[in-house]
């Protein structure tokens, strides 16, 4: 199995979480996609669906899937997304698509988060997949220099401005060995709007695609 199969296998596999008559929260990749077009196909009607992305948004509605504001809804019972890296307690690098701030708000509605990944995303340390970090424009290079302090070699992601007209720095060179000190600490540098490390609230629930088939790891 190429790894497009593994993803389209793992989305496949997130649909036994989504509970019929219920909202959910929807990440954002190319492996949410699949489960987005898995959702689709399914026929499981849901009452709708809070999107991390201006991209999953689209996605959605062009397969009639309802997508309704966070602002609408106080809680979600699950929240499916991708992510970049995962380590074995289940913390996460996400921000390879640069929604990781959305993405974020959206996990946090949610009781549990399920990851679903191909087997390649598993890592031991986090670290090896360079990090996104959104900021504000004007703090950019002085956040880059406090990276550079951290051992960490920050560049900007030329082209790119968030869906809130954000920068995104990708960070090469870390190893992040204690993911919710971290998370918790470069959240505090202004200008900072999201660090791509997900500690505090990490996954539940990850299922990963292998050529053997899915393995669940919490
Ligand atoms: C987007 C993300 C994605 O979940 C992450 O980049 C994984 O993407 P893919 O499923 O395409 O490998 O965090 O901001």
């Known amino acids: 199995m190429n790894q497009d199969e593994l993803k389209a296998l793992v989305g496949q596999a997130a649909l036994q979480y989504v509970k019929p008559d219920t909202v959910i929260g929807v990440g954002t990749g ?6 987005i077009d898995a959702l689709a196909a399914s026929g499981i009607k849901i009452a709708g669906a809070v999107s991390s992305s201006v991209r999953s948004t689209e996605r959605m509605r062009a397969l009639g899937i309802a997508v309704l504001e966070a602002s ?3 809680a979600l019972g699950v929240y499916i997304d991708g992510a970049d890296e995962i380590d074995p ?14 993405e974020k708000i959206v996990a946090d509605l949610a009781q549990t988060f399920v ?7 598993q890592v031991p340390v986090l670290g090896k997949f360079p990090l996104p970090v ?12 406090r990276f550079a302090e951290l051992g960490g070699q920050a560049k900007l992601r030329e082209g790119v401005v968030t869906d809130n007209g954000g920068l995104i720095l990708d960070v090469h060179g ?13 959240n505090q540098w202004p200008g900072v709007v999201c660090v791509g490390v997900f500690a505090r609230n990490k996954a539940q629930v990850c299922l990963l695609g292998t050529p053997t088939g899915v393995q669940q790891l919490q």
């Open 30 to 35: 190319s492996t949410v996609d699949k489960f």
């Open 72 to 74: 609408e809804v106080p």
């Open 89 to 102: 307690q289940g913390h996460m690098i996400k921000g390879g698509g640069a929604a990781l701030t959305r």
């Open 115 to 121: 990851c679903i990944a191909d087997a390649s995303k």
């Open 134 to 145: 959104e900021v504000i424009p004007m703090a950019a290079a002085q956040i880059a220099r």
């Open 174 to 186: 870390l190893s992040i060995t204690d993911p919710v000190a971290f998370e918790r600490d470069i």
